[in-house]
């Protein structure tokens, strides 16, 4: 029998993805409306998930958020939300999930990537420019080498042709999983 794992990043402008045997089988954004999470709809995905695919196992890997500095109040407070809706829902249903910290699932997918790094217009003391690490655009470099097939732009979005980050993470997130739980 085969596990199906699913792959979540958990933002308002996340995305869920699913994998059976290393198959994609679901790549969507996070159901959203009106800046509020469709939990109806994502607690539907889930059911039909473990429904529609003789699976042995399901395992459920979301990233292991928590409230940021210079972060609104507002910004936060939705994060927890995230967290805690998932964790429910996850609970609720009797689905097994782990959560996994940004920087692990980063350090496992990116191995033999060079990190883009951005210009934060900021200088040293020694009056060198400051760089910082572009995840999003580490990731979709990653993802595009672990899956050069897959659509990023996620089920439903028709006219998109940009890779949506939330799908992406969600990819990599789901990838992590497979490979390491």
Not at 26 to 40: Q, R
Not at 49 to 75: G, K, N, P, Q
Not at 112 to 130: A, D, L, R, Y
Request: hydrophobic fraction near 35%.
């Amino acid at each position: 029998m085969s596990k199906l794992y699913i792959g979540i990043d958990p933002g308002k402008n996340g995305g869920i993805v699913a994998k059976i045997d290393g198959k994609i089988i679901e790549s969507i954004v996070m159901p959203t409306k009106a800046k509020f999470y469709l939990t109806g709809e994502i607690y539907k995905l889930f059911t039909n998930l473990v429904d529609s695919y003789e699976t042995e196992e399901v395992m459920i890997c979301f990233e292991d958020i928590h409230s940021m500095f210079r972060s609104s109040a507002t910004a936060n407070f939705g994060m927890g939300f995230a967290a805690g809706f998932l964790e429910g829902l996850c609970s609720g249903m009797g689905l097994p999930f782990i959560k996994v910290q940004p920087k692990k699932w980063q350090e496992y997918c990116w191995q033999g990537i060079q990190p883009i790094k951005i210009n934060t217009g900021e200088k040293t003391k020694q009056g060198n420019i400051k760089y910082k690490t572009d995840t999003k655009g580490t990731s979709l470099v990653a993802v595009q080498r672990l899956y050069p097939k897959a659509d990023l732009c996620g089920r439903g979005r028709t006219r998109a042709t940009k890779p949506h980050d939330g799908v992406v993470d969600a990819l990599l997130i789901c990838h992590y999983a497979e490979q390491n739980l």
